[in-house]
């Protein structure tokens, strides 16, 4: 019993492990060819991009994670566009408004302000506007300002040489290649005043998904050979660090590192970015508000002790949107920054695993389906449970990520979880079908001679009276029995007779037709059931078995040989016997007359 119980779950391990064979076999024809792999990577990165999607709905339906309070966007809406223009008379405002802001800001101490504008030169800016705006952005040490990095061709703009208090210096001790996605060979610049000065300066390229969606952003990018930072990168690492940073580590786990700053970076140096709601999540004032107040036109009172203030426009005539994997969709620039800038105060970015662990969690997911499937007897058990293991999954994947900010792969498992029951059904029928075999075999063979045995004899018998009857076609039997075999025994000892016995039903078999049936009737007898043959074949065909018994070598041991002859007697049906036990008896009498005649030879029955 414990021998089979180890062979069984041998078996179920050697099926499940054929599973994840046949999956991984699919795995590497894919890679191996590129046009399918190109089109299956796009499905799943896109199936898989929207499953994170949900998540990430559902994790903001369930208030999770909770933005951060200090973070204000000061922001161009519809409204502030219109009374901007009403005012100014057009957009852009006149920048010296901008340094009016500041100094109205800055009055509460905030802890930065954020400017997600950029400062090109322009024929509508006066340059006293200009230095207006210089000098107050400047005069302080908590302002950022933006710019951006292209690929603008060299004769349409020559690429400029930015200062070294611009750029980042970056150990990179993993195997992330920042220039492949993120190398750019030209910039955008803004006033040289800016640039210049003592403001910061980060970059606010962003790169879609392929379906166009923003799920992540480089906290790095590259240009010249040189690494410059995001602009809420460089803000949010001065913040946390509590003073300007330079110099920054990815580490080999991929993990960008500041004094106080970690950042898991995907393998082509994107931070995944953890979203907190819709647009407005985070605390939002409309520019004209502050504008009115700042110029004492209303009673409205603001408070940016302390904050982080980004300014940037949310105005939906103004096109600076984007979408992104949250309810509604979309977002204005500004409010990415604040999401980047708020993954990096509070430690929310969302890691994923890697192609090793999702392999490992492949191998799982398809292990538990397959032990489901063979340990399960009833076909609709294994399909709720199987079901049932799909849904935790899905349970189990988007807790992680609201939890532990680890985004685990769905798609791929689920698929491999159908695949694992259909395929683990396939090898589970294929083990009932050798077990039927097995028990079929055990209760129909001979085990030394690896005849039919007694029982199927007689079944067989029985089967073929009945259609020699209903179809008119004779049939003969032959019974065999070995010559002075009981000496041949106390001879030569018990091995040696049960190796003869082997080797005088090979030559049976070998001798007779496949239709025939040869059977181990009982001891050292033998018998064969002939279909659809006469009497004179049947005669025909003992003595050319008898005469291939009489002159093949018999294996004895190891070292010996000898030689066995047999006894033969026959019968044919209808011409001898009209019922199974009569067509026997005739047999046997030949039989007898054969061993009562000198043995050897083909008996002929005397009745």
Known sequence: MKKFIQTKWFTYATYILLVMAVLLVGFVLMQNNKTLNRVITSFFNVAENRSFDYRQILQVAHKQPIPNKDIVVLAVDDASLEMLWDKYGEWPIPRNVYADIINYIEKDHPKAIIFDLMFIKSLKATAAADKALTDTMNKYDNIYTSMNLDNQAADVREPAKLPERISVDIQNSSGIDISKKYGFSNCRLILNELINGKVHIGMTNVMRSSDGIIRKV?????????????????????IV???PQNSFLIDKTSTLKGSNLNIPLTKEGDAILNWYGPSGTHLNYPMYKVVTSMEGKNSSSFNFKDKIVIIGTTAMSLHDTKSVPVQEGVYPGVEVHATFLNNIIDGNFIKQTSPFANILIIALVVAVVGLIVMLSESTVFALLSTVLFGIAYLFIAYYLMELKNLWIPVVLPVISIVLAFALSYLAKYIIKSRDFEYQYKLATIDGLTELYNHRYFQDTLRKQIDLSKRYGQPFSLIIVDIDFFKKFNDT??????????RQVAQTLKK?????????RYGGEEMSIILPNTTAEEVLNNANRILQAVAERPFQLNATETGHVTISVGVATFPDNAETAQSLIEYADKGLYYAKEHGRNQVGKSEG
């Open 218 to 238: 480089a906290p790095v990018l590259e240009y010249n050979g040189k690494y410059y930072p995001y602009l809420t990168f460089l803000a949010g690492g001065n």
């Open 241 to 243: 660090n509590e003073k």
């Open 492 to 501: 030569y000892g018990h091995q040696a007779g049960d190796a003869v016995l």
């Open 511 to 519: 001798n007779s037709r496949t239709t025939d049936y040869v059977c």
